[in-house]
Nanobody
Framework: QVQLVESGGGLVQPGGSLRLSCRASGIIFSIFSMGWYRQAPGKERELVARIGTSGSTNYANSVKGRFTISRDNAKSTVYLQMNSLKPEDTAVYYC?????????WGKGTLVTVSS
């Protein structure tokens, strides 16, 4: 059974930073590209960043230069370092394989950017 468990969210002021983690189990983590996705209130879920098996990365234009995705295959964990956070980054953040599998969604972690 695949489990993806996100953590690290919270309340942060504009301009602040957070580091999200996602631990995977039930899959051979190293053979999958991984992605971080987010869903803001009233909006559809969107891809924020993805990382390939070789470590290549891609980012949504809205987060480019501010967010960094990384992975540790030994820990079956993918990370999202978020800097210079903006109120529009407020959302529930999820990880999943890329492309996503609807059977793999976890509970996500809430990030709130507000003063």
């Amino acid at each position: 059974q695949v489990q993806l468990v996100e953590s690290g969210g919270g309340l942060v002021q504009p301009g602040g930073s957070l580091r999200l983690s996602c631990r995977a189990s039930g899959i051979i983590f190293s053979i999958f590209s991984m992605g971080w996705y987010r869903q803001a209130p009233g909006k559809e879920r969107e891809l924020v960043a993805r990382i390939g098996t070789s470590g290549s990365t891609n980012y949504a234009n809205s987060v480019k230069g501010r967010f960094t995705i990384s992975r540790d295959n030994a820990k079956s964990t993918v990370y999202l370092q978020m800097n210079s956070l903006k109120p529009e980054d407020t959302a529930v953040y999820y990880c999943n394989i890329f492309p996503y599998n609807n059977n793999f969604w976890g509970k996500g972690t809430l990030v709130t950017v507000s003063s």
